[in-house]
């Protein structure tokens, strides 16, 4: 059996903003998706949800990618799909592109091909297209390559930006769900109302990405906390939090995080905290006591690879 995983990921600054043209940050991170593939008649099969049916998304999204690698290479197609993910489906956090990016990376090395890492994330892209109508293509390719990502109108930019291992991040998850088409809709129709006042949010939005971009690289992280509360603001002016979103920014900044805000496309899914090592335990038994769920990652700086079957 051949498997391989590749990481989840989070945008650290400029969701939404993103959409009409300032740029983004976003890092690849220690949740992942694993897929093995092994010969056998075809067949996808979830660890967490069983066997999966055909003419479900997953299963086309798997048949598309074989498909692609087969018209470049002359792979089996008789195989056995095992995946398993421990990154949360729904909440922004990139479960779909890793699972491609781990598949397209398992099957090419089932298959003996030559292939490099380009190769993987364009394959993982097609995969995408059956998920979302209009992937930005963010998601696999930090999935594949790791690290930490500028992009901005298409163009991606990996960054040189490597965070000290005293920190890391919380997530909540609020199990709000949304749907992220919606939410980007509504947010472009506030900017057409009212956009003499929000053109300078925006501008404020591009800005903060520059100096944030700063702050990661000298590792000011009390720099890097307090634009994220500034960010979080800003995303809260054009309307995508949530009392929840709020309520959760300001527990952990209270309980001792760097800064705090939402991630991806509000109005629930995730909230992020920047902590110190030494805060990061005691802050999430807290919240977990108080009915949160929360978790800690790291940044990935490796992006997709092969494991040993486990
Ligand atoms: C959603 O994860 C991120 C948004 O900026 C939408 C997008 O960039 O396509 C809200």
Known sequence: MTCSIAPGKIILFGEHFVVKGAPAIGFAVSKYAKVCVEDGYFQVISKQTGNIEQGSVLYRAVKRL?????SIFKCDE??????????????????????????AHAYLTHCNASFDKKLVN?????????VHSKPSGIDNTLATFGGFLKYRSGVFEKLDIRLGDEVGFLVVNTNLKRQTGIIVEEVLRLYEKYHEVLENVYTAASVLVEKALKSLRERDYESIGRLMLLNHGLLWTIGVSHEINDLIVHKLVGKGCY??????????????GLVNKSL????EEELRSEGFQV???????????????N
Do not use: C
Request: hydrophobic share 40%.
């Open 295 to 309: 978790f800690r990652v790291n940044p990935d700086y490796e992006g997709v690879r092969s494991v040993e079957d």
């Open 78 to 103: 008789d195989v056995r799909i095992l995946v398993d993910s421990e990154i949360p489906v729904g909440s922004g956090m990139g479960s779909s592109a890793a699972l491609s990016v781990a598949l």
């Open 122 to 130: 364009e394959l993982a892209y097609e995969a995408e297209k059956e």
């Open 66 to 70: 074989i498909t692609y690698a087969n």
């Open 280 to 283: 990061s335990t005691r802050i």
């Open 259 to 272: 800064g705090a805000k939402l991630s991806g496309a509000g109005r629930g899914g995730i909230v992020i």
